[in-house]
């Protein structure tokens, strides 16, 4: 049976073009499971919860929902009447404790007077003879002192307390002020107001958030790495970001690393402040995702993030932040 060259070159053609395709698959699949790419990446940002640092009743929110608001600018006004109230009688108290304190300070150097003119009657009837001054004399003239003596020292305690109480009333005039100020809440940083559900007439409690603000300067992202892509992920390194809503792509670097994701066959692990990151599918055994931390090193102007927004993310390892 003669094999012809037709034949021949057919299959070699036919082998080649398979080993190709499997060459190609299986880096297409390497690719795919190793490269340091994921399309599970969320915008995050810092959420400072502003709570007011007094507890009063609302009487002017000056900001909507979803605005831009600046450092410093006001976000909402409690009810001023009590403050001012506790202002003025901080102020009243402070005046009394400071008539007090100066009437205190009389009371001293009339007692410091009387007991040097006492102690120096005593010293000179002790220096004269018994033929001049009786020993009965005598000893009224350093009973008198030593009661002069014993007066000037509750004096100048009471002198002390006084201005005790003179700076325990400053200080309460200093914090009733502080109160006024801090009656009137102001942005703590650059950002957007969101989810506002503030109105007035409703009570604020010192400590509890009543207003959530995006700080406009904080935005970054987490792209959750599969655990098998973890070892081509480096600190520095540059990435890629790109919205799932389209756009020009975001450059930036990586940040950070994860150190500890949530381990969920230990029911104990969800207490311990971990990311716990959903591995999707639950009849495969799939590869853990470790967050990894992406800093934003420009945003192109015009786009607006928003904390939560979804974003593929690519590592690009031949380019580091800086170089």
């Not at 499971?33 to 915008?43: A, E, I, L």
């Not at 506790?86 to 009371?107: I, L, N, T």
């Not at 957007?192 to 409703?202: K, S």
């Amino acid at each position: 049976m003669t094999i012809k060259p037709q034949s021949v070159l057919r299959a070699l053609f036919t082998v080649t073009i398979l080993v190709i395709a499997v060459v190609l698959v299986r880096m297409l699949w390497a690719d795919y499971m190793y490269s340091p790419w994921t399309r599970d990446g969320r915008v995050r940002a810092d959420v400072i919860d502003v709570a007011t640092d007094v507890s009063g009743l609302v009487s002017e929110v000056r900001v909507k929902d979803n605005q831009y608001v600046h450092r410093g600018d006001v976000l909402f006004v409690l009810d001023p009447y009590r403050f001012n109230y506790a202002v003025a009688q901080a102020a009243a108290d402070v005046a009394r404790a400071q008539a007090d304190m100066a009437k205190a300070k009389a009371q001293v150097a009339e007692g410091a007077s009387r007991d040097q003119m006492k102690r120096e009657q005593a010293a000179r009837r002790a220096n004269l003879a018994g033929d001049v001054i009786s020993d009965e004399t005598r000893e009224d003239a350093e009973s008198a002192a030593s009661q002069s003596n014993a007066a000037y020292r509750a004096d100048l305690a009471a002198w002390q307390a006084a201005e005790a109480e003179y700076k325990t009333a400053l200080v309460e005039q200093q914090t009733a002020q502080l109160n006024l100020t801090r009656s009137v809440v102001r942005a703590p940083a650059d950002g957007y107001i969101t989810n506002l559900n503030l109105w007035p007439g409703d009570y604020a409690t010192a400590g509890v958030a009543r207003m959530a603000l995006i700080d406009v300067h904080s935005f970054w992202v987490y792209g959750y790495f599969e655990e098998t892509k973890i070892p081509r992920v480096h600190v520095g390194e540059h990435a890629v970001v790109r919205l799932l809503s389209g756009g020009v792509n975001i450059q930036g670097h990586v940040d950070s690393l994860s150190s500890g994701i949530a381990d969920r066959d230990n029911p104990t692990s969800a207490n311990d402040l971990l990311a716990n990151v959903n591995p999707i599918f639950t009849w495969v055994r799939l590869a853990q995702r470790v967050p990894v931390r992406v800093h934003l090193d420009s945003v192109p102007a015009g786009m607006h993030l928003a904390a939560g927004m979804t974003c593929t993310v690519t590592l690009l390892p031949e380019k580091h932040a800086g170089t």
